[in-house]
């Protein structure tokens, strides 16, 4: 892996992880803001978030059939869990941050619903991220007749 390729890896986690924060903790004022009801969205949500990634993958390891992706069903699994775990541990750690800041004795049962949305959001983060790294394209450095390799005259 060369320090571009490895910069990027680590841009693209570090997007990944403020866009779980952000989104997980955003989640129930958007669903409000939507009419929705928001205790069952937010606890129900990693069934649905889950089942969508995982149908995207199966989309995708079909449309790719002739080129296949970069990584392997076990990359897709890898990267859906680790980021659903990486969700729920922003959830946690965001609500321990907001039960010290405000004394509330009841802090702690937030995470009856932010768990779950940092579950959700963080396997649709880990879903997008195992798309973009583990199909890149390979652009040539120069463009026209220089590119496909024909004496430039």
């Known amino acids: 892996m060369n320090a571009a390729s490895s910069h990027f890896l680590a841009r693209t986690r570090l997007v990944g992880l403020a866009a779980v924060a952000l989104l997980t903790f955003s989640a129930p004022y958007v669903i409000e803001g939507l009419g929705l009801d928001v ?71 937030a995470l009856i619903f932010y768990g779950p949305a940092g579950i959700a959001i963080g396997g649709a983060v880990g879903t997008a991220i195992w798309r973009v790294t583990g199909v890149k394209p390979n652009l040539p450095l120069q463009d026209g007749p220089a590119a496909s390799g024909r004496p430039v005259s």
Request: positive net charge; charged residues 10%; contains cysteine.
């Open 39 to 109: 205790v069952r969205l937010m606890f129900f949500s990693p069934i649905f978030v889950v089942s969508a990634c995982v149908a995207f993958f199966l989309f995708e390891s079909r449309l790719r059939a002739s080129s296949p992706l970069k990584g392997t069903t076990k990359s897709f699994a890898q990267a859906l869990v680790l980021w659903a775990l990486a969700g729920a541990g922003m959830a946690i750690f965001g609500v321990i941050v907001m039960t010290v800041a405000t004394d509330s004795p009841q802090g702690p049962f």
